[in-house]
């Protein structure tokens, strides 16, 4: 049987496998369960010495897993040669074209803020989104009680009632204005552009977190006319110089007196065709806030004002939902 088993090993060796019949044929012949010549030498172990019968099915085996792998092989040089190439190049085709991202609308519309302002000599500071009690409320006299401070409207990551002072995502980017008024001293001419977060209602008009880009002036002699021009001039920049504005009177804890800036929205489909529509708050700067961060109030006056960037980018573009800027849709980015 030694004999016989080596002579089977040259077969299956020099066995040439380079069709598909081929390959059935060599499976039917050496690996097939009725007739199959391995399967023949495992039925021929009963008449081999007990004693022997081991050593042969060892090597019985092994000639099997040659015959199986003689067959794996093969299968998977016919699976590879009937494939279609990939190397063949048609130089004649026409490129493909390479699609090129750009730059969000928020991100746009906050860039061309910092251009126009950077034109009236405002530089840009920025703080940490997540403040403390002081900066975010405090000194921008917000009193105890004041209800920003309730859950309704801040995300408080710390309270203070019981482990010291909150710590909170900040509400506005005016604690920036804080701590720039802390390290430095008038004349100050800075805009503060970054996120803020609110705990509010997901609507068509408001969301959870937005952007802002706050400003604040601080010097000798600054006055209410002096933010009304620069105002209207910015208006004028992002929005074209036949923009209709009007200053209306607010409120703000922070500023005293305070205004919000509207513009007039044309609309043919409303019966006073169009309306108007505030795209900032403003003010001068309160004498506690002054006096909060060291700054002679007798001295020196500012003003402030504090802009939502997806606000003006829903006036410039008319987007009607501001959901959509925070969706990545490729349908609405690929207009950008």
């Given amino acids: 049987m030694v004999e016989q088993l080596e002579a089977l ?18 499976r039917i012949q050496y690996l097939g369960r009725k007739s199959g010549r391995i399967t023949d030498l495992f039925q021929g172990l009963k008449n081999v010495p007990p004693a022997d019968k081991p050593a042969m099915g060892l090597k019985i085996n092994a000639i099997k897993v040659l015959a199986e792998e003689r067959l794996e092989t093969a299968q998977q040089q ?30 746009q519309t906050l860039w061309e803020i910092q251009r126009i302002f950077a034109h009236f000599g405002f530089d840009v500071a920025v703080g ?9 409320f405090s000194a921008l006299n917000f009193p105890p009680d004041h209800p920003a401070r309730d859950m309704q409207d801040t995300f408080f990551l710390r ?13 506005h980017t005016s604690p920036v204005q804080i701590r720039v008024m802390e390290n430095k001293k008038p004349p100050i ?12 209602s997901i609507t068509y008009k408001s969301y959870c977190l937005f952007h802002q880009v706050e400003g604040l002036y601080v010097d000798e002699g600054v006055t209410l006319a002096d933010l009304k021009q620069m105002l209207n001039l910015f208006a004028r920049a992002i929005f074209g110089d036949d923009v209709v504005t009007r200053l209306r009177p607010s409120f703000f804890p922070f ?25 900032l708050g403003s003010g001068m700067v309160d004498p506690n806030v002054l006096e909060a961060v060291g700054i002679d109030s007798e001295r020196y006056t500012g003003y402030a004002f504090g802009m939502g960037v997806e606000r003006i980018a829903m006036l410039r573009y008319n987007i009607q939902d501001i959901r959509v800027f925070y969706e990545n849709d490729i349908r609405f980015l690929e207009q950008f």
């Fill in 159 to 171: 309270e203070g009632k019981r482990d010291g002072e909150a710590v909170v995502l900040r509400t």
């Fill in 189 to 200: 001419r800075v805009i503060v552009p970054g996120r803020v977060y609110r705990n509010e």
């Fill in 9 to 26: 090993r040259r077969d299956i060796e020099a066995a040439t496998l380079d069709t598909a019949e081929a390959i059935d044929a060599f």
């Fill in 128 to 136: 940490p989104e997540i403040e403390d009690d002081w900066h975010n």
């Fill in 255 to 279: 500023t005293e007196p305070s205004a919000e800036l509207d513009i007039w929205w044309p609309n043919p489909a409303l019966p006073a065709g169009g309306r108007w529509m505030e795209i």
């Fill in 78 to 107: 016919l699976k590879s040669a009937s494939a279609p190439s990939t190397a063949t190049l048609d130089v004649t085709l026409p490129g493909r074209p390479v699609a090129l991202g750009s730059d969000h609308p928020l991100t």
